[in-house]
């Protein structure tokens, strides 16, 4: 019914900077908080950043200065420029979207995953 796409991962030297996309779809109505976790190997997920629908943010504190999540309300699409990568930043990043259906259904909806790997 409502589906989160993530693209833009892939492997990137420290230093450099790649920018995740997360386009929703579906019987949407609206969008709400839009948001993206991480995955390290052998580590649980972790939060990363948040954009609300008032477009105030909120970053974990690892990556405030270097990621910047943002919206783009109108295509239901939420991204994340990811900048001075570090090979800790190595990760599947999972998109979450907090979206109403056009049947009025709130649900909390996450995409599948982009694997992001940083080398040193």
């Known amino acids: 019914q409502v589906q989160l796409v993530e693209s ?10 790649l920018r995740l996309s997360c386009a929703a779809s579906g019987s949407i109505f609206s969008t709400h908080a839009m ?4 995955q390290a ?4 997920r972790e939060f990363v950043a ?5 477009g105030t943010t909120t970053y974990t504190d690892s990556v405030k200065g270097r990621f910047a999540i943002s919206r783009d309300s109108a295509k239901k699409t939420v991204y994340l420029q990811m900048d001075s990568l570090k090979p800790e930043d190595t990760a599947v990043y999972y998109c979450n979207a907090v979206v ?4 009025l259904r709130t649900l909390d ?7 992001v790997t940083v080398s040193s």
């Not at 948001?35 to 991480?38: C, Q, T």
């Not at 190997?41 to 649980?44: A, F, S, V, Y």
């Not at 948040?50 to 008032?54: A, F, H, L």
Request: charged content about 20%; aromatic content about 8%; glycine content about 24%.
């Open 8 to 17: 833009g991962g892939g492997w990137m030297q420290a230093g450099g900077s």
């Open 35 to 38: 948001a993206w976790d991480r």
């Open 41 to 44: 190997p052998d580590k649980q």
């Open 50 to 54: 948040t954009i609300r629908r008032d």
């Open 100 to 103: 109403v259906t056009t049947g």
């Open 109 to 115: 909806t996450w995409g599948q995953g982009t694997l």
